[in-house]
């Protein structure tokens, strides 16, 4: 797909109201052309130009965007009340009337209502015109609905679709929320005996001229670093985290840090899984519809955050477009990279097996259904080993600083008493 490109506009309303918007360009439309049509919508004009205006980016910043469980709404009860027969605008209207949904798709609904009702846009052009509110392969599908006659089949894909992907991003966060809890529980414990509790007692213990263990003594020395240091350590840390983030804005960078990634122990594995999962089911999606392989590859790639198979990805879709065979595509970039399994066996074998049957769609399916349950073992396993291996490291830190502090006072306390 080309790139959008945009102008900005104000004008007057039918009833004098003064309004600023975006507008999508399609077909190569000129300024000219976009006041004439803007002109059928009952808007006059008063100043255009190309491109987002600063202050409409800033009013994008702040602006609530559709989740996936409002997306999700859209489109089961859209497929609902199609399937019923209700016209395409009653529906919208019945979904936008329905008390149970969101505010921001409620302002989303009212839009597309106002569009489709008088400009006549199509729904899928209607969707176009929303910012960015529905992606490109969302977009891409109801337009194909509209166009084959299938637009409720195609809804009840997109919901199932979005429902799974629903579910892997919810996995993701809890394999990740007690992780990052457990480890900042663990600072804030460090910090506030080190800062706190050891520096005093250390004063005390010293006044008693007590020979130390050595484990005491590395707890005192630690303690008194991070004491002095503090703020040394924490601008450290701190400009480490901008440089990073600095360094992840060069592409060749971070696509070498995400191929690195790929070589982590079991998360790699589980990196490459979710990525390629991804980019089947949506592959799949847009495939199964009749969008052509190159399309649908160009869509579903989108979709995928590791920048290494992504680019990957872009190498497979134009040996495809040379002629070579789509499972060939894939074994190719497979065999390039020793030591890199850009792509799982499973998914190679299903489509070399699609491409002999012709059954491309079920064959992906197939390995979609196979790869969630290889994830959802994946990230159970990760979480029942995570887990006590944190609560450990924090026990372990609790118990070395009690000892340190605790065994010399009980030893001095007893030498007292002879």
Known sequence: MNEQQYYSYTAINEFGKQISN???????????????????QNLLVIKIQKGKSFKLIIKEF??????????????????????????????????????????????VLSKIIYLVSQNGFTLSKALQQLENQFDSIFIQLIKVGEESGELVEVLKSLNQSLIQNQQLKKQRKTLLVYPAITTIIIILVCLFLFNYVVPKLKIFIETMQFDLPIYSKILFAVAGFINDYFVFIFASILLLVIAIYSMLKIPKIKV???????KLPIFGDLLLNIDCLRFAENFKLLYSHGIFVLESMKLSQEVVSNLFIKNNLMLVRRRIE?????????????EYYKGYKVFPTLLLRMLTIGEKTGELDKTLS???EAEQFNINNKINFLQNQIQPILTIILGLIVLWIIAAILLPLYDLLSQLQL
């Open 22 to 40: 975006h507008y999508l360009v399609e077909n190569n439309e000129s300024e000219n052309d976009i006041i004439n049509l803007l002109k059928q």
């Open 62 to 107: 702040f602006k609530q965007t559709l989740n996936d469980e409002d997306k999700i709404t859209f489109c089961s009860h859209l497929y609902y009340l199609l399937k019923a027969g209700i016209p395409l605008l009653e529906a919208l209207v019945d979904l936008k009337n329905d008390k149970n949904i969101s505010k921001r798709l409620k302002v």
């Open 256 to 262: 070498a840090i995400h191929k690195k990634l790929l």
């Open 366 to 368: 197939n390995f979609v």
């Open 322 to 334: 040379n002629g070579v065979a789509i499972a060939k595509s894939f074994k190719e970039i497979n």
